[in-house]
C-alpha cells in the first residue's frame, strides 16, 4: 500500500520547484500506480524509487510504502526533486504528516504550532499516542490515534485554511 502526503511545509515556504507541464520520469501522482502494479514488497519498491525520475506540477509529495509482511518506509524528495530519503523505524509505528522529515533532524525539536491540526502538532499528536499505548497495536487503537490527529467539524475560513487533511486510511 501507498500513502501519498502533500509537502505542504515546502510549499508554505515558497521552497517548490515545479515543472511546467510532463516530463520525463513520473510525476508524483503517478509513481504510486506504477509501484503497486510491479512492485512485489518494499524492497522492491524501495529500490524502484531511487531507480525513477520524478517531478511535480502542482505540489511536492512524499509518500509512506508498506506492505503485507509488515515493512515500511517513508519517502521523501527534496523539493527540487534531485535527492531521495529513506525513513524506516523497523518494529514500530511508523508516522508521518506534511512536512520533510529529513529537514529536522532532531524530531524532538520540530517548530511549535497555534493549531492542533498543523503539521508539525498532528506529528507529536500521533508521536505521543503510540508513546502512550499498552497492549498490541489493533485496529480500534489505530482508528482512536488517528482521531485525534484528525480535523472534525468545517475547516476554517480561508486564509487561515486553504486546504487540509480530509482523510485517513488504515490497511
Known sequence: TIALLADDEAVAAGKTYSSSGP????GVLEIGRHLLETCADVGEAKQALLEAKLYYGSIPCHYLVADAKGAAFVWENSPAM???FVHESPGEPLVTTNFLRYLHP??????????PLGNFSRYRTLLQSCSERTGPLTLDAIRTMNGRASPAGPAPRPPLA????????LY
Open 23 to 26: 516530463q520525463a520520469g513520473f
Open 82 to 84: 534531485s535527492v531521495g
Open 106 to 115: 532532531d524530531l524532538d525539536a520540530l517548530p511549535e504550532e497555534r493549531s
Open 162 to 169: 486553504p486546504g487540509r487533511t480530509l482523510w485517513r486510511a
